[in-house]
């Protein structure tokens, strides 16, 4: 079964450094997609960056990069240059083909960022 | 800013009482999901559709829940009698395609308190 974990509760970090998150997941497919998402105060969830298992370059968005380790099943989440705005709980989620070509996105236990000035 | 547009953003509701959310997915965005997340920031996939066409829906929402999305009208996610457990942030997202390797977008939330 599909399952995604992300064992960081909680970060808390300087403005204008760079955090990374971390995310590791489980399948049984060989092809599979993963996307980071942030949710803000207000309970909107944001879709910030994705990233095919078939590719090999770490996707990048702006200030948001991945670091894709399949061989660890590891999704990192790098922001550069944090702003205070970018405080919020940050999910990592995953959808393969092996469950349904309906699939739905199983989603970690997110982690919490807050950046302080 | 969300192009998925949910309302209301908050419902207060008594236990018994019905509850009712109404989503509209982004232009041109057949496929749409529901999802449940509680206090613990867990995600529950409810239902998706594309177009009118329910795809997938799990047990619970057979019983108290029930959703539909007519054609020319948003989406709607309705429970027939809120129970204390109901509580929660109860998202909408829509995408592009049915197929896994398709984003999905979502709305800010409605969130349900029953008392």
């Known amino acids: 079964a599909q399952k995604v974990t992300q064992t960081q509760t909680s970060i808390s970090v300087m403005e204008k450094t760079t955090v990374t998150m971390d995310c590791v997941y489980e399948?049984?497919?060989?092809?599979?997609?993963l996307f980071w998402y942030k949710q803000t105060a207000s309970g909107e969830i944001v879709f910030l960056i994705r990233?095919?298992?078939?590719?090999?370059e770490n996707a990048t968005e702006g200030h948001y990069s991945l670091n894709f380790q399949k061989p660890k099943s590891s999704i990192g989440l790098i922001i550069t240059a944090t702003q205070i705005e970018d405080s919020a709980v940050y999910f990592c989620?995953?959808?393969?083909?092996?469950?349904?070509?309906?699939?739905?996105?199983?989603f970690g236990q997110g982690t919490s960022l807050s950046v302080v000035p | 800013n969300s192009k998925v547009i949910q309302t209301p953003r908050y419902l207060v509701k008594g236990q018994g009482q019905k509850a009712k959310m109404r989503c509209i997915p982004e232009?041109?965005?057949?496929?749409v999901f529901w999802y449940q997340q509680n206090k613990n920031n867990e995600f529950k996939f409810l239902i998706n559709?594309?177009?009118?066409?329910?795809?997938?829906q799990i047990d619970m929402t057979e019983k108290r829940f029930s959703a539909e999305c007519p054609s020319n009208s948003p989406c709607s996610l309705e429970i027939q009698s809120s129970e204390a457990g109901d509580s929660a942030l109860y998202l909408c997202?829509?995408?592009?395609?049915?197929?896994?390797?398709?984003?999905?977008?979502f709305g800010e939330g409605s969130r349900l308190i029953v008392v």
């Open positions: 989620a995953m959808r393969d083909l092996a469950s349904s070509s309906f699939s739905k996105l199983v």
């Open positions: 399948t049984r497919d060989s092809s599979y997609f």
């Open positions: 559709f594309q177009n009118q066409e329910v795809l997938q």
């Open positions: 232009k041109g965005h057949p496929v």
């Open positions: 997202a829509s995408s592009l395609r049915t197929i896994s390797g398709n984003t999905l977008y």
């Open positions: 990233q095919d298992s078939y590719k090999k």
